[in-house]
T-cell receptor
Framework: AQKITQTQPGMFVQEKEAVTLDCTYD???????LFWYKQPSSGEMIFLIY??????QNATEGRYSLNFQKARKSANLVISASQLGDSAMYFC??????????FGAGTILRVKS | SAVISQKPSRDICQRGTSLTIQCQVD?????MFWYRQQPGQSLTLIAT?????????ESGFVIDKFPISRPNLTFSTLTVSNMSPEDSSIYLC????????????FGPGTRLTVL
């Protein structure tokens, strides 16, 4: 069975600084995908970034980058130059058989001005 | 990316009643998913809905409680039956992008409160 672990219930970061949100995963499948989603207080789920298990390079999307360490089974999200609008819940998720997504417990990020 | 709408956006219901949530996609998609997010919790997959076949339910979810319809490739409904306060959650539908990423796009969600 697939499992996602996010050990940080909440994080604070100063505006304009970088922050890393941790995610570790467990799976026996050789092929899988790792995702990060942002959920503001409005409740919508916003796709941020994706990393495939066979991708050689770490994924980047604007201010978001994914620090993928396959041997350690970690897929940490790095947000650079934090903005007040980054305050939200962040979920790490994994896809596998049947295109299903398994989500972690989430990390609440608060950006301080 | 797909544009997904859900109706209603929120509702307050009495226990023992049922609510049907609609999910509309602006393009044809093969796979649609329904998730539940209980207050302060993560998302849990309820079922996978493919057009032309019965929905596949995850452990802990049954068709009698959460019947799903998938009449065509752009539309699905989820019914929450015989509701209790424990059903108070955000219900989200999502669709698979159909690319190698298996990326999923989510609707805005339906906030349900059961009194």
């Amino acid at each position: 069975a697939q499992k996602i672990t996010q050990t940080q219930p909440g994080m604070f970061v100063q505006e304009k600084e970088a922050v890393t949100l941790d995610c570790t995963y467990d799976t026996s499948d050789p092929s899988y995908g790792l995702f990060w989603y942002k959920q503001p207080s409005s409740g919508e789920m916003i796709f941020l970034i994706y990393q495939g298990s066979y991708d050689q390079q770490n994924a980047t999307e604007g201010r978001y980058s994914l620090n993928f360490q396959k041997a350690r089974k970690s897929a940490n999200l790095v947000i650079s130059a934090s903005q007040l609008g980054d305050s939200a819940m962040y979920f790490c998720a994994m896809s596998g058989y049947g295109n299903k997504l398994v989500f972690g417990a989430g990390t609440i990020l608060r950006v301080k001005s | 990316s797909a544009v997904i709408s859900q109706k209603p956006s929120r509702d307050i219901c009495q226990r023992g009643t049922s609510l049907t949530i609609q999910c509309q996609v602006d393009s044809q998609v093969t796979m649609m998913f329904w998730y539940r997010q209980q207050p302060g919790q993560s998302l849990t997959l309820i079922a996978t809905a493919n057009q032309g076949s019965e929905a596949t339910y995850e452990s802990g979810f049954v068709i009698d409680k959460f019947p799903i319809s998938r009449p065509n490739l752009t539309f699905s409904t989820l019914t929450v039956s015989n509701m209790s306060p424990e059903d108070s959650s955000i219900y989200l539908c999502s669709v698979s992008a159909g690319n190698s990423y298996n990326e999923q796009f989510f609707g805005p969600g339906t906030r349900l409160t059961v009194l």
